[in-house]
């Protein structure tokens, strides 16, 4: 027994794990808004931008906006995903320099 699925299944069922996903960062950025730790706050929070805009982009792909997904929500996604990273860098760096 073969499943093909098609595209527009794929993307579908990505959004719905994404955005499924996307929940717990958003409840770990919840329970630290009255922590002392702003960056880890804030590094989640980019995190969950992150996924949320790239579950747009399935959700946007899945209803036929081919072009908007292609052109504008996937170098979104890409564009936090690189903002994410180097802000995860600039936070371990500056945890490398506390524990000195």
Same mark, same amino acid.
């Given at each position: 027994?073969?499943?093909?699925?098609?595209?527009?299944?794929?993307?579908? $069922?990505?959004?719905?794990?994404?955005?499924?996903?996307?929940? *717990?960062? *958003?409840?770990?950025?919840?329970?630290? /808004?009255?922590?002392?730790?702003? /960056?880890?706050?804030?590094? *989640?929070?980019?995190?969950?931008?992150? *996924?949320?805009?790239?579950?747009?982009?399935?959700?946007?792909?899945?209803?036929?906006?081919? $072009?908007?997904?292609?052109?504008?929500?996937?170098?979104?996604?890409?564009?936090?995903?690189?903002?994410?990273?180097?802000?995860?860098?600039?936070?371990?760096?500056?945890?490398?320099?506390?524990?000195?």
């Amino acid at each position: 027994m073969s499943y093909n699925l098609l595209e527009t299944e794929i993307h579908f $069922l990505s959004a719905i794990i994404i955005l499924i996903a996307v929940v *717990i960062p *958003i409840i770990i950025a919840i329970k630290l /808004r009255h922590s002392n730790n702003r /960056r880890l706050r804030n590094l *989640i929070v980019v995190l969950s931008i992150f *996924i949320a805009v790239h579950g747009i982009y399935h959700i946007a792909d899945f209803f036929g906006f081919s $072009l908007l997904a292609e052109w504008f929500f996937e170098p979104i996604s890409v564009s936090i995903l690189i903002f994410f990273g180097l802000f995860y860098l600039r936070t371990y760096q500056s945890t490398k320099e506390i524990e000195r």
